[in-house]
Nanobody, 128 residues
Framework: QVQLVESGGGLVQTGGSLRLSCAAS????????MGWFRQAPGKERREFVA?????????VYADSVKGRCTISRDNAKNTVSLQMNSLKPEDTAVYHC????????????????????WGQGTQVTVSS
């Protein structure tokens, strides 16, 4: 079992920045593919944001955040972070940290169903 706890959400103005963090426990962190999804208000689907492979050699981003967000991880501290810059009102959502156990160091899925563990989420609100 893997426990994921997000932090760093909040209210920010358009153009501002936030850094989300996720602390993981319960399994060897370096064996996990990590990522972030978000769910906007009133939307049923959760949207892929970014993901990072076990040793950070591969990162992938949704087109909607590419160039504005950076995902990173610290395997010594069991944390993954999402630096978000130039925030827009459409970035408003609950952001969930996710983890996948694959055993493949190059595995970086974008599909929601391919992630095994989810955090409770942290709210990000961008005001116009």
């Amino acid at each position: 079992q893997v426990q994921l706890v997000e932090s760093g959400g909040g209210l920010v103005q358009t153009g501002g920045s936030l850094r989300l963090s996720c602390a993981a426990s319960g399994r060897t962190f370096s064996s996990l593919t990590m990522g972030w999804f978000r769910q906007a208000p009133g939307k049923e689907r959760r949207e892929f944001v970014a993901a990072i492979s076990e040793t950070a050699v591969i990162t992938v981003y949704a087109d909607s955040v590419k160039g504005r967000c950076t995902i990173s991880r610290d395997n010594a501290k069991n944390t993954v972070s999402l630096q978000m810059n130039s925030l827009k009102p459409e970035d408003t959502a609950v952001y969930h940290c996710v983890a996948s156990i694959s055993g493949d160091p190059y595995y970086v899925p974008r599909a929601e169903l391919l992630y095994d563990y989810w955090g409770q989420g942290t709210q990000v609100t961008v005001s116009s």
